[in-house]
């Protein structure tokens, strides 16, 4: 079988609906010579009118979207920095999430933002670096962050298909991923379903994103002594909440492993949520980024906030205590 | 309501409209059957009228949160619309929207927008699209002086001359962003933002409905047949508060003399003046009639259900969790 990279994934993607649908064109900087890699060969395939050059106008080429989706078109918007997100968050979150409810149930509004290469990327420093899925988890904005190649696929064809907007994090540090695997077996992969990439007894880890493979490495590591079951619940909003219930109900105790900031990240609101519904045989523990954190420069301090194995590696340790 | 035409009865019948519309919302406002108070239109009707008469049916237009007139022009309901400022089931919105938020997606009323020039962005869109699937749809957005200074506005400028685009961009320049006047917040000119970007920009009496429309007619045109924006200016004179909440706080930026002379060029007088007395008295009469019905039906109408306060929060359906619990 072929080697499909997670790069390679989102591209495909992309092709496949554009070729499948004539409402769909994608707009961004430097999307034409594909800088980042995840459009390329589709302005030569598809042309001017559904591969669009923008000039360096983020919220104006966002909020183009918003219009051209009012009126039939599914645009996927491409970021190529993460951080360009909270100079967007009009756009988003108070546009194009709004007009929905605001204009009762007239418009829809199907647009996808699509950033390749979210969260560190190392040495890109504070500005290049942030992962704010969690942001519009809270904003209710539907928000995907896909850690395997064929859940980039799924989830992103599932994105452009969908009639709300929908932000796809593509984590920089799982765009090298690949798998084997068959063309064929790749289609949408629904919002809200997560999947549970290994099983285990002892302790459900939640991981999102590239922190899976960070996850699955130490599953295997503790192996001789933890059963580890490894949780990815692939879209961040809607959460699967009965996924996740299914998981500790199996295992009884959680760690969540979140590239989010601590405050308000995802794993507080997992945590929040488990301790309101579901019956933990211990405290749970979370992995993050620090509180508010800006990443730096240096390597070894850019590691120094990143959730990492060995503090996943205590935070089971932790939890398996009682 | 159909749009009214171009013609002299036509913009007396739109201006009329508008005029008699916001003073009976203020009255609701006042009686509190309108919650969280309204931006008047009043004094600046000429421009809606003049530009939504130089419109086809499918052309499009966004407005602001000064957005009564725009909608009314463009050929909303003035009972549904009324209905959306008083919160009822049966408004344009359903109820969702209120005020700020009118929408009549089949008129081609692409909401008006809140938050002060993001709607530029959003009009550029819709009108390439509208290029694109080889229609010659025009799309208007609408915006005060206070928009010029917000940078996602020029930058909407940008992209629709650069792909030339069909968007008429309206500035309703009534001398004052909230209490802000344009001398305080505006460097360089209005028209001047317009052709930094090789933008045909004018400036023209926004107090005159025929002037007004005589400059929408030419931007239509070219824009229509592909020659890309226009930007014009329309100086007028908001006759009321900038919002309702003016009327109680005293907030006191505009002298009395000012005010009494802003009042002087009344839009709807002038348009009045081009009407016998007996066409004058027929609208007004029609008028009174349709606001008298539009009042009842608005306050007729059944209010939302509660329990769907989120319905339309999603267009796919999802419900989300509710604040009170799993």
């Not at chain 1, 969908?162 to 090298?176: K, R």
């Not at chain 2, 009321?240 to 009344?266: C, F, I």
Request: proline share 5%.
């Amino acid at each position: 079988m072929p080697w499909l990279s997670y790069q390679k994934a989102l591209n495909r993607a992309l092709a496949d609906e554009l070729a499948r649908d004539p409402a769909v064109f994608v707009l961004g900087e430097d999307v034409r010579v594909a800088v980042s890699n995840v459009t390329a060969g589709l302005f030569k395939r598809f042309g001017p009118d559904r591969v669009l050059d923008a000039p360096l106008s983020e919220q104006a080429f966002t909020s183009f979207a918003t219009g051209a989706a009012l009126t039939g078109r599914r645009p996927v918007v491409e970021f190529q920095i993460p951080s360009l997100l909270y100079l967007v968050f009009e756009q988003i979150a108070n546009q194009a999430h709004k007009f929905s409810l605001m204009t009762g149930g007239q418009a829809r509004v199907p647009v996808t933002y699509l950033v390749p290469g979210s969260g560190s990327r190392t040495g890109w420093a504070g500005q290049h670096s942030d992962h704010p899925y969690a942001l519009f988890a809270h904003a209710g904005v539907k928000t995907v962050v896909p850690a395997t190649p064929e859940d980039a696929y799924g989830l992103l064809t599932t994105a452009i298909r969908d009639d709300d907007p929908v932000v796809v994090f593509a984590p920089a540090a799982a765009l090298g991923v690949r798998v084997d695997i068959d063309y064929d077996e790749l289609g949408p992969v629904p919002l809200g379903v997560g999947r549970v990439h290994r099983e285990g007894g002892d302790v459900t880890v939640v991981a999102i994103g590239h922190l899976v493979h960070d996850a699955l490495a130490v599953a295997e590591e503790l192996s001789g002594d933890v059963s580890v079951e490894v949780f990815d619940p692939r879209t961040a909003y809607p959460f699967d909440w009965d996924g996740l219930a299914a998981s500790v109900a199996r295992t009884g105790r959680l760690v969540v492993f979140d590239d989010s900031n601590r405050m308000c990240g995802i794993a507080a609101e997992v945590i929040a949520t488990a301790a309101e519904r579901l019956d933990l045989l211990a405290p749970p523990a979370r992995v993050t980024r620090p509180d508010g954190a800006v990443v730096p420069f240096a390597l070894g301090l850019d590691h120094a906030v990143q959730p990492d194995r060995g503090r996943l590696t205590t935070a089971i340790q932790k939890v398996l205590k009682y | 309501m159909v749009r009214a035409p171009d013609t002299d009865v036509g913009l007396y019948r739109t201006v009329r409209l508008i005029r008699r519309f916001e003073e009976r919302a203020v009255e609701l406002v006042r009686s509190g059957d309108i919650v969280g108070g309204i931006h008047p239109y009043t004094g600046q009707e000429a421009v809606a009228a003049g530009v939504c008469a130089a419109l086809r049916d499918d052309d499009m237009i966004t407005s602001t949160h000064r957005g009564h007139g725009h909608v009314l022009a463009k050929g909303a309901d003035p009972a549904r619309t009324l209905a959306e400022l008083t919160g009822r089931a049966t408004g344009l919105n359903r109820g969702r929207g209120g005020s700020m938020h009118a929408a009549d997606f089949r008129l081609g009323i692409l909401g008006a927008n809140a938050i002060v020039g993001a709607n530029g962005a959003i009009t550029a869109g819709a009108a390439w699209v509208a290029r694109q699937e080889g229609g010659d749809q025009v799309a208007v957005s609408f915006f005060g002086d206070g928009a010029v200074n917000q940078g996602v506005l020029l930058e909407a400028m940008n992209l629709a001359a650069l792909w030339r685009l069909p968007v008429l961009f309206v500035c309703e320049n009534n001398g004052y962003a909230t209490t802000l006047t344009v001398a305080d917040a505006v460097a360089g000119t209005i028209t001047g933002r317009g052709a930094a970007f090789g933008i045909p920009a004018v400036t023209v009496d926004g107090m005159d409905p025929r002037t007004v429309l005589g400059a929408a007619r030419e931007a239509v045109d070219r824009a229509r047949a592909g020659g890309g924006p226009s930007l014009i200016e329309c100086l007028t004179y908001r006759f009321d508060a900038h919002h309702t909440w003016e009327h109680r706080a005293g907030v006191r930026y505009r002298d009395d003399d000012e005010v009494r002379s802003g009042r002087e060029r009344d839009p709807v007088v002038i348009q009045g003046t081009r009407l016998t007395d007996g066409e004058r008295e027929r609208v007004d009469a029609e008028i009174e009639s349709t606001m008298d019905s539009a009042v009842a039906f608005a306050l007729d109408s059944p209010h939302p259900d509660p329990a769907g306060a989120l319905d339309y929060l999603y267009a796919t359906g999802m419900r989300a969790r509710p604040g009170g619990g799993w």
